[in-house]
């Protein structure tokens, strides 16, 4: 009877030190995730106008109403697919490309290559913007001056003041930016490759393309699924780049969902509607997540 009154206190101990471990990470995730997408729940179901406090008043599911019907809204889910799988396949494409040739045997300097590969990635999304941004200036360029020093145009070209051209540019951008994270995840998938599955295949006959298809592909799949879903999350979801290269310019050809919310929510001074907006959003990026999560569960049995 005392032993299990001793197991009962010892457990009960160790859970309470256990939860005063988790209790700082577990108030960050709150204040900074629950709290905020709480709030905008909350929100999104009052007419709330910064200019016009008095008239704050309940209106239920009218905020989503408007919302949904407003084709700016559409336009912007639209314009943030062709930024997410614009920037998601050269990402996938040459993120591969770039993990076999840094894991390929006979490279020499492999460390210096694989650190230098992921120097994107230390970089402030907020300094790559302002980088790109000038080196796509239409005046001050330098890709407009290599251009035309090379004689392929005659002219400076506007490149983030035209409305087809802009998105070509944040996208360039943020394959530059992501590209790293792709290397490292291929890099170590690769990495977990038996290399006896290599040599039997050699010894049964099998080519360069036929060890990659039959041996490489199949095995790294569930990462390069794994790394698909978590960076399109991520892309949809990116607001900094997009705003401080164009500012969703010119004529909203870059508004991508996040910088819609932002300019209804703030811009718009409708913080109702765009509490509405973040919950759409969030319950479209929770599809991702579930078959994120289960992407990686199947991965690990």
Not at 55 to 78: K, Q, T
Not at 172 to 190: D, E, H, K, S, Y
Not at 240 to 264: C, E
């Amino acid at each position: 009877m005392r032993t299990r009154t001793s197991l009962r206190k010892t457990f009960r101990r160790e859970g309470i030190e256990g939860f005063l471990l988790y209790a700082p990470s577990l108030l960050i995730i709150f204040f900074i995730v629950i709290y905020p997408m709480l709030y905008a729940a909350y929100l999104s179901t009052w007419y709330y106008h910064l200019v016009r406090l008095a008239d704050r008043r309940f209106v239920g599911m009218d905020n989503y109403v408007r919302i949904l019907s407003d084709p700016e809204f559409w336009a912007s889910l639209v314009k943030g697919m062709i930024f997410t799988f614009g920037s998601l396949a050269p990402q996938l494409v040459f993120g591969l490309a770039l993990a076999q040739l840094l894991n390929h045997p006979r490279l020499k300097w492999k460390m210096l290559w694989r650190g230098l590969a992921i120097t994107p990635w230390l970089v402030p999304t907020v300094t790559v913007a302002i980088i790109f941004r000038w080196m796509f200036h239409d005046i001050y360029g330098i890709v407009n001056h290599l251009l035309m020093q090379l004689g392929i145009i005659k002219h400076p070209v506007a490149w983030l003041a035209h409305q087809g051209l802009a998105m070509l540019i944040l996208i360039v951008t943020n394959v530059w930016r992501g590209l790293p994270l792709m290397i490292t995840m291929f890099l170590a998938g690769l990495q977990g490759i038996p290399k006896e599955l290599y040599d039997a295949a050699v010894v049964d006959g099998a080519g360069g393309w036929q060890r990659y298809f039959r041996i490489t592909l199949p095995l790294l799949a569930p990462v390069i699924l794994i790394a698909g879903i978590l960076r399109t999350i991520w892309i949809f979801n990116f607001y900094d780049l997009p705003w401080v290269m164009t500012r969703g310019g010119p004529a909203n050809s870059t508004a991508t969902p996040p910088i819609y919310a932002y300019l209804r929510a703030f811009s718009g001074y409708r913080l109702g509607e765009g509490g509405a907006i973040t919950i759409l959003l969030f319950s479209v990026l929770m599809v991702f997540a579930v078959v994120y999560f289960w992407l990686r569960k199947r991965s690990m049995t």
